[in-house]
C-alpha cells in the first residue's frame, strides 16, 4: 500500500487550515522555547514543516475503489467471526472477556504497524508528531470496540447492525464540533439518506422478533436492555471521535503516515487494555478459556488478523479522502453484511430492502457525481471583445 502524506491531503471533506498562533512558533524556536511547549495537534511549521513531503496528485476513483473492496472483505470478515465468538457456546462456556478481544486485535496490529514503519523509515520508530497526541483517538478506539463487543451481550445482532447505521451523522456533528468543519446542506441531507436507506434494508430483511431477542444476558433482564443500548451509544460516539481526531492529528502533522498512525494509536490501545485485563483479572481467566477451547483461539487469531488489515485500510482511508466518506464506506457495509448472510443461509432479500438498497447507492453515486463536478477547474472567462472603432474630429477612423 502506498502511504499517501500530501499536505491537502485530496480529502473530499477537508477545509483549508486557518491562520493561527502557530505562524510565529518558528520564532518561538529561535528564542530558545522547547518544543514541548507546542500544542498536541498545533500544525506544523519550522523545520517540521519544511521537511513535509511535496503534495502529490489527487487521489481518484481507483484509490476509493481500493479503499472500499479492502474495508469490506476485511470488515465482513472479521464481523462475522465477532458474532461468532461472543454468541456462540464453546466447549467450556461462552467467551468470558470481551477487553482481551480488542487487546488481541492490537497486538497483532502493532507488530504489523511497527514492522512496516520499520522498513519505510530506515529502522526507526521515531514519530513526527508527539505520542501524547495519539492518546485521546487510541482510548476513544479502546472504548468504541469495547462497546461493540459487548453490546452483543444484550442485544442481537441486527439491532447492533442498524445502530452502526445512523454513524455518519454523528461522525459530521462531531467534526463540527472538534474540528470546526462546516458542511453544506446537501451534506447532511445525503448522511440522513444512507442512515435511512440502511436503516430499510436491515429492517426488511429482520424475521419477525429479531430487535426484540437480545443477547442471552439480557432475556427477562430490562436494565440489561438497556445497558446493551448503552453500549451501543458508546461505541457511535467514540468512534465518531476517534474517526474527527486522527483526521485533526494528520492536517496538523502532515509528515505521519498511516503506518506511524496506526503503531502509535495500537501501541497505546495495548497498554491500557491490558491494564484493564490484569487489574481486573480477566487475562487469565481467558488465557486458561482459550488453553480449553482451541476453536476460540483460532477464531480470535481470524478476527486480529482481519482488524489488522483492516486498520491498515482505516488509516489510508482517513487520510486520503477524510472521515466521513470513510463513515459512508463502513455504513454501506451494514448492507453488504446482509446480503453475505443471505447468501450464506438462503434467506430471500424483501423488496422494501432493495428499496432501501437503492436510496443509499442513488445517494452514494450523486455525492460522487456532485464532488466530481466541484473538482472540475473553472472555465476561463472569454476574451474581451476588440474596441469599435471611433471617428477623430477629422473624420479619419481610430483604433
Same mark, same amino acid.
Given at each position: 500500500?502506498?502511504?499517501?502524506?500530501?499536505?491537502?491531503?485530496?480529502?473530499?471533506?477537508?477545509?483549508?487550515?486557518?491562520?493561527?498562533?502557530?505562524?510565529?512558533?518558528?520564532?518561538?524556536?529561535?528564542?530558545?522555547?522547547?518544543?514541548?511547549?507546542?500544542?498536541?495537534?498545533?500544525?506544523?511549521?519550522?523545520?517540521?514543516?519544511?521537511?513535509?513531503?511535496?503534495?502529490?496528485?489527487?487521489?481518484?476513483?481507483?484509490?476509493?475503489?481500493?479503499?472500499?473492496?479492502?474495508?469490506?472483505?476485511?470488515?465482513?470478515?472479521?464481523?462475522?467471526?465477532?458474532?461468532?465468538?461472543?454468541?456462540?457456546?464453546?466447549?467450556?462456556?461462552?467467551?468470558?472477556?470481551?477487553?482481551?478481544?480488542?487487546?488481541?486485535?492490537?497486538?497483532?496490529?502493532?507488530?504489523?504497524?511497527?514492522?512496516?514503519?520499520?522498513?519505510?523509515?530506515?529502522?526507526?520508530?521515531?514519530?513526527?508528531?508527539?505520542?501524547?497526541?495519539?492518546?485521546?483517538?487510541?482510548?476513544?478506539?479502546?472504548?468504541?470496540?469495547?462497546?461493540?463487543?459487548?453490546?452483543?451481550?444484550?442485544?442481537?445482532?441486527?439491532?447492533?447492525?442498524?445502530?452502526?447505521?445512523?454513524?455518519?451523522?454523528?461522525?459530521?456533528?462531531?467534526?463540527?464540533?472538534?474540528?470546526?468543519?462546516?458542511?453544506?446542506?446537501?451534506?447532511?441531507?445525503?448522511?440522513?439518506?444512507?442512515?435511512?436507506?440502511?436503516?430499510?434494508?436491515?429492517?426488511?430483511?429482520?424475521?419477525?422478533? *429479531? #430487535?426484540? &431477542?437480545? !443477547? +442471552?444476558?439480557?432475556?427477562?433482564?430490562? =436494565?440489561?436492555?438497556?445497558?446493551?443500548? $448503552?453500549?451501543?451509544?458508546?461505541?457511535?460516539?467514540?468512534?465518531?471521535?476517534?474517526?474527527?481526531?486522527?483526521?485533526?492529528?494528520?492536517?496538523?502533522?502532515?509528515?505521519?503516515?498511516?503506518?506511524?498512525?496506526?503503531?502509535?494509536?495500537?501501541?497505546?490501545?495495548?497498554?491500557?487494555?491490558?491494564? *484493564? #485485563?490484569? &487489574?481486573? !483479572? +480477566?487475562?487469565?481467566?481467558?488465557?486458561? =478459556?482459550?488453553?480449553?477451547?482451541?476453536? $476460540?483461539?483460532?477464531?480470535?487469531?481470524?478476527?486480529?488478523?482481519?482488524?489488522?488489515?483492516?486498520?491498515?485500510?482505516?488509516?489510508?482511508?482517513?487520510?486520503?479522502?477524510?472521515?466521513?466518506?470513510?463513515?459512508?464506506?463502513?455504513?454501506?457495509?451494514?448492507?453488504?453484511?446482509?446480503?453475505?448472510?443471505?447468501?450464506?443461509?438462503?434467506?430471500?432479500?424483501?423488496?422494501?430492502?432493495?428499496?432501501?438498497?437503492?436510496?443509499?447507492? $442513488?445517494?452514494?453515486?450523486?455525492?460522487?457525481?456532485?464532488?466530481?463536478?466541484?473538482?472540475?477547474?473553472?472555465?476561463?472567462?472569454?476574451?474581451?471583445?476588440?474596441?469599435?472603432?471611433?471617428?477623430?474630429?477629422?473624420?479619419?477612423?481610430?483604433?
Amino acid at each position: 500500500m502506498v502511504a499517501m502524506s500530501n499536505r491537502h491531503g485530496g480529502g473530499y471533506d477537508r477545509n483549508p487550515r486557518e491562520p493561527n498562533d502557530s505562524d510565529g512558533y518558528a520564532k518561538d524556536a529561535e528564542a530558545g522555547v522547547e518544543e514541548s511547549k507546542q500544542g498536541l495537534l498545533e500544525p506544523a511549521s519550522g523545520d517540521d514543516a519544511a521537511s513535509a513531503k511535496p503534495a502529490a496528485p489527487t487521489p481518484g476513483a481507483k484509490h476509493l475503489a481500493f479503499c472500499f473492496v479492502g474495508l469490506q472483505a476485511s470488515y465482513l470478515t472479521w464481523g462475522y467471526v465477532q458474532e461468532k465468538v461472543m454468541t456462540r457456546e464453546y466447549t467450556t462456556g461462552r467467551f468470558p472477556s470481551a477487553t482481551f478481544c480488542v487487546f488481541s486485535n492490537r497486538f497483532l496490529a502493532v507488530i504489523v504497524a511497527a514492522g512496516i514503519t520499520l522498513f519505510q523509515h530506515g529502522g526507526k520508530l521515531t514519530l513526527p508528531a508527539s505520542y501524547v497526541a495519539f492518546a485521546p483517538c487510541a482510548f476513544s478506539n479502546s472504548l468504541s470496540s469495547f462497546g461493540q463487543y459487548q453490546a452483543l451481550r444484550y442485544v442481537s445482532f441486527p439491532l447492533q447492525t442498524i445502530s452502526k447505521s445512523t454513524k455518519v451523522i454523528p461522525v459530521m456533528l462531531m467534526g463540527k464540533f472538534l474540528n470546526k468543519k462546516t458542511y453544506p446542506p446537501v451534506d447532511y441531507v445525503e448522511a440522513l439518506c444512507i442512515s435511512l436507506g440502511v436503516c430499510v434494508f436491515s429492517l426488511a430483511n429482520l424475521d419477525d422478533g *429479531a #430487535l426484540a &431477542s437480545g !443477547g +442471552e444476558e439480557s432475556e427477562g433482564n430490562v =436494565f440489561a436492555a438497556y445497558l446493551g443500548v $448503552a453500549m451501543l451509544a458508546l461505541y457511535v460516539v467514540s468512534d465518531s471521535f476517534t474517526s474527527q481526531w486522527q483526521s485533526r492529528l494528520y492536517q496538523a502533522h502532515p509528515n505521519v503516515d498511516q503506518f506511524q498512525m496506526m503503531f502509535a494509536v495500537n501501541s497505546w490501545a495495548i497498554c491500557m487494555t491490558l491494564f *484493564a #485485563l490484569v &487489574s481486573s !483479572g +480477566e487475562l487469565w481467566t481467558t488465557l486458561k =478459556f482459550l488453553s480449553l477451547n482451541p476453536a $476460540a483461539f483460532v477464531d480470535n487469531v481470524t478476527i486480529a488478523i482481519t482488524s489488522a488489515t483492516g486498520q491498515l485500510f482505516i488509516f489510508y482511508t482517513i487520510k486520503t479522502f477524510g472521515p466521513v466518506v470513510f463513515t459512508i464506506i463502513m455504513t454501506t457495509r451494514q448492507m453488504f453484511s446482509i446480503v453475505l448472510s443471505t447468501v450464506l443461509f438462503g434467506h430471500d432479500i424483501k423488496a422494501l430492502a432493495l428499496l432501501g438498497a437503492t436510496a443509499v447507492f $442513488a445517494t452514494i453515486f450523486h455525492r460522487i457525481k456532485r464532488q466530481a463536478r466541484a473538482k472540475r477547474p473553472a472555465k476561463a472567462p472569454p476574451p474581451p471583445p476588440p474596441p469599435s472603432p471611433t471617428k477623430t474630429p477629422a473624420g479619419r477612423l481610430q483604433i
